[in-house]
């Protein structure tokens, strides 16, 4: 079916064998993919004409596909719960931290540019991060709590968090200081 497909590039389906649940990566031509829609597709075309992103140090042949992992998953009535839950946990948690799904994206990015985003190849996983960003936003916050000491609010101050030195010191804390022997991450104990 997904071979039918003309904006799917039948030479980029991909069958992964070895995950827990079947997972298919495909890619999308977004040329194709836009066909129906002519103005669209000569918005897009002229977008990828323009200087607007020629300065930024990336792939430029990504402008012109991209890349989706399909899961099937099967539940029974007890495990349906249990990942509904988890998705709803990321709402909520998001909603909570909002800076938590920023710093997401720029790690993700990060990831992908150095072959690092893919789990079955010893990446990790998109939850698996967004629990370890949660779980420094939870201590930030956890942190920003004691110090306030009744001062001010916390959510002015979730409004006007530095998401550069967030990342910089995200990035420090699970680089230098975070032991993982001794440590275990648990987001809900906060």
Same mark, same amino acid.
């Given at each position: 079916?997904?071979?039918?497909?003309?904006?799917?590039?039948?030479?980029?389906?991909?069958?992964?064998?070895?995950?827990?649940?079947?997972?298919?990566?495909?890619?999308?031509?977004?040329?194709?993919?836009?066909?129906?829609?002519?103005?669209?597709?000569?918005?897009?075309?002229?977008?990828?004409?323009?200087?607007?992103?020629?300065?930024?140090?990336?792939?430029? &042949?990504?402008?012109?596909?991209?890349?989706?992992?399909?899961?099937?998953?099967?539940?029974?009535?007890?495990?349906?719960?249990?990942?509904?839950?988890?998705?709803?946990?990321?709402?909520?948690?998001?909603?909570?931290?909002?800076?938590?799904?920023?710093?997401?994206?720029?790690?993700?990015?990060?990831?992908?540019?150095?072959?690092?985003?893919?789990?079955?190849?010893?990446?990790?996983?998109?939850?698996?991060?967004?629990?370890?960003?949660?779980?420094?936003?939870?201590?930030?916050?956890?942190?920003?709590?004691?110090?306030?000491?009744?001062?001010?609010?916390?959510?002015?101050?979730?409004?006007?968090?530095?998401?550069?030195?967030?990342?910089?010191?995200?990035?420090?804390?699970?680089?230098?200081?975070?032991?993982?022997?001794?440590?275990?991450? &648990?987001?809900?104990?906060?």
């Amino acid at each position: 079916m997904l071979k039918d497909q003309k904006f799917i590039e039948n030479d980029k389906i991909e069958p992964i064998f070895t995950a827990s649940v079947p997972v298919i990566k495909i890619q999308i031509d977004y040329e194709k993919l836009l066909e129906d829609d002519p103005e669209l597709l000569e918005n897009f075309r002229d977008f990828k004409k323009s200087s607007q992103y020629k300065n930024f140090k990336f792939n430029h &042949d990504e402008l012109n596909y991209v890349r989706i992992d399909l899961t099937f998953v099967h539940f029974d009535k007890t495990q349906e719960t249990e990942k509904m839950n988890s998705v709803m946990y990321a709402k909520i948690m998001i909603e909570q931290f909002p800076e938590v799904k920023i710093i997401l994206k720029v790690i993700k990015r990060f990831f992908l540019i150095k072959q690092m985003n893919n789990c079955f190849s010893g990446g990790l996983s998109s939850f698996n991060l967004f629990l370890l960003i949660l779980s420094y936003a939870q201590t930030q916050e956890e942190n920003s709590n004691h110090s306030n000491s009744g001062t001010g609010s916390v959510d002015s101050e979730r409004a006007n968090i530095n998401l550069g030195y967030f990342l910089n010191y995200l990035v420090g804390y699970f680089g230098h200081f975070f032991n993982f022997r001794a440590t275990i991450i &648990d987001t809900n104990a906060i």
